[in-house]
C-alpha cells in the first residue's frame, strides 16, 4: 500500500509536458484512470469531473488540486496523480498554478471510503519535502517510486 492509503496504478500516473490546460490535464487524467478498467462509461466520467470543477476549481492551494467524483459507472475506487512541474492554471483559490492533481474517481455510495484516501492523501502532502520529491519526479515509474516509499 502507497503513501496515498492505496496503491496507484502505473497507468493512472500522469506526467504533463510544459503548456498543458486545466482540460487537457484533466482529460489526459480521465483516459488513464480508465485504462485500469474500473470505469464503465468514460464520458460520464469525464463530465462528472467537468461538471465538479465547473462548480468550483478543486484547486486547494499551494500548487495541488483534488478533484473527486462518485459515481455508479465506478466499480473500482481508484486514484490517479498528475505531475506538472512547471505548473497548470487551475483558477485556483490562491491563484497559483498546481503542480500536482490527485483525481478520486469513486463509485456511489463511498463516502466514508472517499474521507479516508482524502485524509490520508492530504497527511502525505504536508509531509516537509513531499510535494518537492514529487516535482523532480520526469516519468511515470518515478512518481510511481515516491508514491511507493513507505
Known sequence: MGVFGTDIQR?????????????????????????????????????AVYDREAVMS????????????????????????????????????????????VLFAMPSGSQKEYLGLLAQVMVTLKIPGFREKLLECRSCDEVLKVLNEV
Request: proline share 7%; aromatic share 4%; net charge negative.
Open 11 to 47: 497507468e493512472a500516473v500522469c506526467v504533463f509536458e510544459p503548456g498543458r490546460t486545466k482540460h487537457e490535464a484533466l482529460d489526459a487524467m480521465v483516459d488513464a484512470i480508465s485504462k485500469s478498467g474500473g470505469v464503465s462509461d468514460v464520458e460520464a466520467f469525464r463530465r
Open 58 to 101: 478543486t484547486g486547494i492551494g499551494q500548487g495541488v488540486a483534488i478533484p473527486h467524483v462518485r459515481l455508479p459507472v465506478i466499480q473500482e475506487p481508484t486514484v490517479g496523480v498528475g505531475i506538472s512541474p512547471e505548473g497548470i492554471d487551475f483558477d485556483t483559490l490562491d491563484n497559483e498554478p498546481v503542480h500536482i492533481i
